[in-house]
């Protein structure tokens, strides 16, 4: 079975700071994976993903995610943080479609980012 | 591309009564999942459906619950009987294709409340 955890409820960072949010995956075969960023009484933006190739992936509003297969990880970074980061933030883990796997997402429990001035 | 379009955004219903969320995915998806999120949890996935076929049903998604995507283009989930553990956020998402890669964009939710 696949899953997701984030184990960090709240990360908090100062603006202007590096921040990380991290996330571990369980799944068999090669992972597909996710951050998505919520904002309060708002749908999920896609942020990045991974699929293949390169470990660092670039994504939306500068950040970018690590991918280790050795620790099962997917850490969300950016190099200065802002206070308009502050936000939800989710990570997912995407099955491969097949005859019983419907390529659905699987979320993590979601961390909430907060970044003060 | 428009997005993913939900309507109403927001329902406040009595309990017991019926309420149905519409869904327009992004033009030309053929794939579209309906999730579930209350507060202070990720989503949690309830149904999908590949153009009109649903392909898959979440064990959350009790008898009270279906889901429909007659033309394969917008779909409709309907809640019959609804209770106060039906509070939530409903969330639908599309993507198209086969490849597992492709992106899943939702859109902005339906809130619910049941008093």
């Known amino acids: 079975a696949q899953s997701v955890a984030q184990p960090e409820d709240q990360v908090n960072v100062a603006e202007g700071n590096p921040l990380t949010v991290k996330c571990t995956y369980s799944?068999?075969?090669?992972?597909?994976l996710f951050w998505y960023v919520q904002y309060p009484n708002r749908g999920l933006q896609f942020l990045l993903k991974?699929?293949?190739?390169?470990?660092l992936v670039k994504g939306s509003y500068g950040f970018e995610a690590e991918f280790n297969k050795s620790q099962t990880s997917f850490h969300l970074k950016k190099p200065s943080a802002l206070v308009s980061d502050s936000a939800l933030y989710f990570c997912?883990?995407?099955?491969?479609?097949?005859?019983?796997?419907?390529?659905?997402?699987?979320f993590g429990q979601g961390t909430t980012l907060q970044v003060k001035p | 591309d428009t997005g993913v379009s939900q309507d109403p955004r927001h329902k406040i219903t009595k309990r017991g009564q019926n309420v149905t969320f519409r869904c327009d995915p992004i033009?030309?998806?053929?794939?579209l999942y309906w999730y579930r999120q209350t507060l202070g949890q990720g989503p949690e996935f309830l149904t999908y459906?590949?153009?009109?076929?649903?392909?898959?049903k979440s064990r959350l998604l009790s008898d009270r619950f279906s889901a429909e995507r007659p033309k394969g283009s917008f779909s409709t989930l309907e809640i019959q009987r609804t209770e106060q553990g039906d509070s939530a956020m409903y969330l639908c998402?599309?993507?198209?294709?086969?490849?597992?890669?492709?992106?899943?964009?939702f859109g902005e939710g339906s809130w619910l409340t049941v008093v």
């Open positions: 998402a599309s993507s198209s294709g086969q490849a597992s890669g492709n992106t899943i964009y």
């Open positions: 799944v068999s075969g090669n992972p597909y």
């Open positions: 991974y699929i293949t190739g390169d470990n």
């Open positions: 997912a883990v995407r099955g491969i479609f097949g005859s019983s796997n419907t390529g659905k997402l699987i």
């Open positions: 033009s030309e998806h053929n794939r």
């Open positions: 459906f590949q153009n009109e076929a649903q392909l898959e």
